[in-house]
């Protein structure tokens, strides 16, 4: 089996066909939330990951194995639950609507994806009915799920969080201090 025990946050430093050309590992949330699990690589090979405790694998990682070799982590496409505004609410009211569900589900310490135009959580029938009773849409679908990693990130210092983008402006760019 062939070991895995250095991850590379949204492969920073590598270059783009290095990257594109490695081998895939597909994995669900569940997997991916854990430091040390078993998989198979889109090659075959057989991949023992060790990482230091309580890190966090996301889609766009790459993972350095002791051969040297590099594997593309995936967001596997898994059951969650897609919750939208109501289309019938004011769109000035839309977007309050989708807060106050994250603020809720928050508050529940429910792992979730936040989207400009929806939230993903993993299936809940007691949730799905809370917020449907929030008027708000909610649907069982199969997408890749990245939950927020929380104010401290999930990959210990030097963390890149849970964003897999950039919104194009440094902390000190919004003409206020973030103190």
Same mark, same amino acid.
């Given at each position: 089996m062939l070991q895995v025990s250095k991850?590379?946050?949204?492969?920073?430093?590598? !270059?783009?066909p &290095? %990257?594109?050309? !490695?081998?895939? &590992? %597909?994995?669900?949330?569940?997997?991916r939330q854990k430091s040390r699990f078993d998989a198979t690589a889109s090659d075959e090979r057989h991949v023992g990951v060790f990482l230091p405790r309580g890190t966090v694998v996301r889609g766009g990682d790459v993972l350095l194995t002791q051969d040297g070799s590099l594997l593309r982590v995936v967001a596997a496409p898994q059951p969650v639950l897609r919750i939208t505004a109501c289309p019938d609410h004011p769109a000035q009211d839309q977007a309050f609507d989708l807060m106050r569900a994250a603020y809720h589900l928050g508050n529940r310490h429910v792992p979730i994806e936040l989207?400009?135009?929806h939230l993903k959580i993993?299936?809940?029938?007691?949730?799905?009915?809370?917020?449907?009773?929030m008027h708000l849409t909610v649907v069982e679908v199969r997408e890749p799920f990245e939950p927020e990693a929380g104010a401290y990130g999930d990959h210990g210092a030097g963390a890149h969080g849970g964003h897999n983008h950039h919104h194009g402006h440094g902390h000190q760019d919004h003409g206020h201090d973030h103190g």
């Open positions: 991850l590379i946050p949204q492969g920073r430093g590598l !270059a783009r &290095l %990257v594109q050309r !490695a081998a895939q &590992l %597909v994995l669900d949330w569940d997997i989207r400009p135009d993993e299936p809940d029938h007691v949730l799905a009915d809370m917020l449907r009773a």
